[in-house]
């Protein structure tokens, strides 16, 4: 819980770039969804926030917060632990990291 107030601090990080740094460094996430992510200016509710053009099935705050919801189900957690597993790995392994 510390590491997300830490990077919600806006003295700290801005957290819209943080957030996208997150989703596409330890997720993966590719470019064309990133964009989205960008875009979405409707908000985490239920019902999207006036004057947003996004459309309803493309409004990732909203379904990123009910995913997260989701994901507090003990049945989630061995899911996304393997994907996050599988992609660390393939990160790893491509990065040039020094020894010395």
């Known amino acids: 819980m510390a590491i997300v107030t830490i990077l919600s ?3 700290t990080y801005d ?3 943080m957030k996208s740094m997150v989703l596409r460094r330890l997720l993966g996430l590719p470019d064309h969804i990133m964009r989205v992510v960008d875009r979405d200016n409707s908000g985490v509710s239920t019902k999207a926030l006036p004057g947003t053009n996004v459309l309803p099935s493309k409004r ?4 990123e917060r009910k995913a997260t919801l989701d994901f507090t189900r003990a049945s989630s957690h061995s899911t996304f632990v393997q994907h996050f597993k599988e992609y660390l790995y393939d990160w790893v392994d491509n990065c040039e990291i020094s020894y010395e």
């Open 9 to 11: 601090d806006p003295k």
């Open 15 to 17: 957290f819209a770039p």
């Open 60 to 63: 990732f705050n909203y379904l």
